[in-house]
């Protein structure tokens, strides 16, 4: 008799394991046959690798300066991204830079999913808190984004720690919004009323059952905030918001670069390629997502 319970129990573990295998595998298909996107994957997974790998594949220090070497053009002998005004190399400037447009643009998304997570959720689910975070929400979606990050840094001062929370939470209420539509379709289903009925907590209905349902949309959402994360980043420390000087972040490094445009253009046409770059391969992803992942296969069934 023990032995049937244990065989039926494995057999009921192994089928909704079995969908999500097959519902992963399918949207995998999906995301690498558009090849925009497999180029955008390409492009992110190099920076990935540019970040870890910085000190191993840099010759000079991102700060260290040689005025004996300043403003070499591109292709220069030991230099081959050029110097700028102080001497500094370009190439480990511009990798250094990858680190922390990859650690600001995961806390800021991170940080705004947490946020904008919970007031779906909870705005979804209980209609009588829905008017109020409905309103809030509506309070911050009338600053233009990024004046209200700069509100927000003006008030807590210059620094990418306040730039990440600046960014963070002007992620909020896109992604509350995103997530509460998903709630209120989610939570109408059949297997949703069935839970309530067995007396299930609202934490446990919530959290197991209707989160679980809303994670394709939110993945494309946080896809697509990191190319914006990574771009306010770099304009807020162009305005002098963000990264000071000597930080290696591509936004001050346009900054400081535009003194020099006419005499070493490489100063600002490289940190611009490279967030152009990683900007265009979050988008195309984060596209190429919202088309492979289909909202209507519920995984959890």
């Known amino acids: 008799m023990a032995a049937e319970v244990v065989t039926t129990n ?76 102080y001497g500094r190399d370009m190439w480990s400037r511009i990798v250094y830079g990858a680190r922390i447009s990859l650690v600001v ?11 904008g997570v919970t007031l779906g959720l909870l705005s979804g689910y209980y209609r009588r808190l829905d008017g109020f975070i409905m309103r809030i929400v509506d309070l911050l979606f009338a600053f233009p984004g990024i004046l209200l990050a700069m509100l927000i840094i003006a008030v807590l001062g210059t620094s990418l720690v306040n730039v990440a929370i600046a960014i963070s939470i002007w992620s909020i209420p896109t992604c509350a919004r995103i997530v509460r539509g998903s709630v209120l379709s989610v939570k109408k289903q059949e297997y949703i009323l069935a839970m309530k009925s067995l007396g299930a907590s ?32 770099a304009a807020l420390s162009y305005l002098g918001l963000g990264a000071q000087p000597p930080t290696p972040e591509w936004g001050a490094m346009i900054a400081q670069g535009q003194n020099f445009m006419w005499t070493s253009p490489h100063m600002t046409i490289v940190p611009g390629i490279a967030i152009m770059l990683i900007v265009f391969a979050f988008n195309v992803v984060g596209d190429g997502l919202r088309d492979a992942l289909d909202p209507n296969m519920n995984i959890n069934q």
């Open 10 to 85: 494995s057999v009921k573990r192994s089928v909704p394991l079995k969908k999500k295998e097959k519902y992963l595998l399918t949207t995998a298909k999906r995301l690498l046959r558009n090849k925009l996107a497999v180029m955008g994957l390409i492009i992110i997974t190099l920076q990935i690798f540019l970040a870890i790998a910085a000190p191993l594949i840099t010759i000079h220090g991102p700060l260290k300066q040689d005025l004996a070497a300043s403003e070499l053009p591109l292709f220069s002998e030991g230099h081959w991204l050029g110097t700028d005004n």
């Open 105 to 115: 643009g995961i806390t800021a998304v991170s940080l705004g999913l947490i946020g």
């Open 202 to 233: 609202d934490l446990r209905i919530m959290v197991k059952h209707i989160l679980p349902n809303c994670i394709a949309p939110i993945i494309v959402f946080a896809t697509m905030r990191m190319a914006t994360a990574i771009l306010s980043t």
